[in-house]
């Protein structure tokens, strides 16, 4: 059985150029023209047969993601707009040209929306600070500052690490209390974090770093030649993160202190709906975590929420990664919100709260909106001043 997503492409390259070529183009278009208007979507049908086969896997879906965006996408655009124009020409004269008028126009500027997210949106750092807001709180935890980084993805960078030198700059210049990870380091394996350990090192926090494990970490995603490659190349990646002075949790917690109050930092591995993996253990993290304690969980997915960490624990809060709003965002809006109900930002039921970032990467070189981003969270406790903002 052809998996969904694949048949959905399918009908994205196909139908929108069938359209085009038989109300604009057929009639022109000479030997030439039609090999030139056809060679995209034939090219991006042979990228996606490579992706599927395990042929060169990352080079073939960049490469068919950069022509399903660029090319694909605007057609889809145009072709929309078209058929629009002529449903209300039946009954409004001249409204099917209007309709091709405003497609090219939007197909033009989806096209160069989606130029920039794949040559410079996917390197646009921005920083994010938001204020977390509970009556929990130990006092002297108020004002601690947590930067939260979450999705890197180092595959996708190759070997230059003049993108992740300047993130760490800017983390270093935040003056964190705590740095925590929330899982995707890598895409496929532990060899693609060889380039940039030296750098990853630099990150430093009066706290620490603590990191957990998100679904691309479990090294599952290519094709192996042996039995158990994939566990082993996962416990290369464990101590890769150990080496670089990373606090790695695997369902187990830490205690972290000021003066006489303390709050509990507590990470789970990845936890996850099918297809993704799914060994996180909760109650074993959870176990002899002192009680009334606040608790900060570090949980890859999102969706983990809802699922368990509601219904099943009292942890205040939850700072997840793993949409990336699907590396796609117009001001509040992200397709995302079609497979997660928080997909980016501050969720809150009561006096429990999520927070979500877009994180940094991607397996894909692309974002537009949904910039790469450092999360700065300022954790205040809840007085008769600030209890708008909690709300």
């Known amino acids: 059985m052809i998996p969904l997503f694949i048949v959905l492409f399918l009908l994205l390259l196909t139908l929108p150029d069938l359209y085009i070529w038989l109300t604009y183009v057929r009639g022109v278009a ?10 995209p979507t034939a090219l991006a049908f042979v990228a996606l047969g490579c992706w599927l086969g395990g042929v060169w896997p990352e ?14 996408a605007p057609k889809a655009v145009l072709s929309l707009c078209s058929l629009a124009g002529r449903g209300i020409g039946l009954l409004v004269p001249h409204a099917g040209r209007v309709g091709t008028v405003v497609g090219i126009v939007a197909a033009v500027g989806v096209c160069v929306a989606s130029y920039y997210g794949f040559a410079r949106g996917w390197k646009r750092l921005v920083i994010q600070e938001t204020t977390v807001v509970s ?10 500052r947590i930067v939260h980084l979450s999705d890197l993805h180092v595959g996708t960078y190759g070997k230059d690490t003049t993108y992740l030198s300047r993130l760490v700059d800017r ?49 599952t995603y290519r ?9 082993r190349d996962h416990a290369v990646l464990i101590d890769h993160e150990r080496a670089m002075g990373w606090n790695l949790l695997l369902n187990e917690h830490r205690m972290l202190h000021r003066g006489r109050d303390s709050i509990a930092l507590i990470g789970v591995e990845n936890d996850s709906r099918p297809p993704f993996p799914s060994r996180g253990d909760l109650p074993r993290a959870l176990r002899s975590v002192p009680k009334g304690v606040f608790q900060i969980l570090l949980s890859h997915d999102p969706s983990h929420w ?14 997840s990664g793993h949409t990336h709003a699907m590396q796609l965002k117009v001001g509040r809006f992200s397709p995302s919100r079609w497979s997660y109900p928080e997909w980016g930002g501050l969720y809150r ?43």
């Not at 000479?30 to 060679?39: D, E, P, Q």
């Not at 094709?223 to 566990?231: K, N, T, V, Y």
């Not at 009561?350 to 894909?364: N, P, T």
């Open 223 to 231: 094709r192996l030649d042996r039995p158990h490659e994939a566990a």
């Open 135 to 144: 009556a929990a709180l130990p006092p002297a935890f108020d004002g601690y």
């Open 349 to 391: 039921e009561g006096d429990r709260q999520l927070f979500v970032s877009l994180g940094l990467g991607g397996a894909i070189p692309f974002r537009f909106g949904a910039w790469p981003e450092i999360d700065l969270l300022v954790l205040r406790r809840e007085t008769t001043d600030n209890q708008d903002i909690a709300k």
């Open 306 to 319: 809802r699922r368990e960490v509601l219904p099943a624990s009292d942890i205040q809060l939850t700072l």
């Open 30 to 39: 000479g030997g030439r023209w039609t090999i030139a208007y056809w060679a």
């Open 59 to 72: 080079g073939s879906v960049r490469l068919f993601f950069g022509l399903l965006m660029c090319i694909a």
């Open 171 to 219: 983390v270093d210049g935040l003056h964190p209390d705590l740095i925590v990870f929330t899982g995707d380091l890598v895409n496929l394996s532990s060899d693609e974090l060889d380039p940039f350990l030296d750098v990853l090192s630099r990150l430093r926090a009066p706290d620490g770093v603590y990191s957990v494990l998100g679904n691309h970490d479990y090294c």
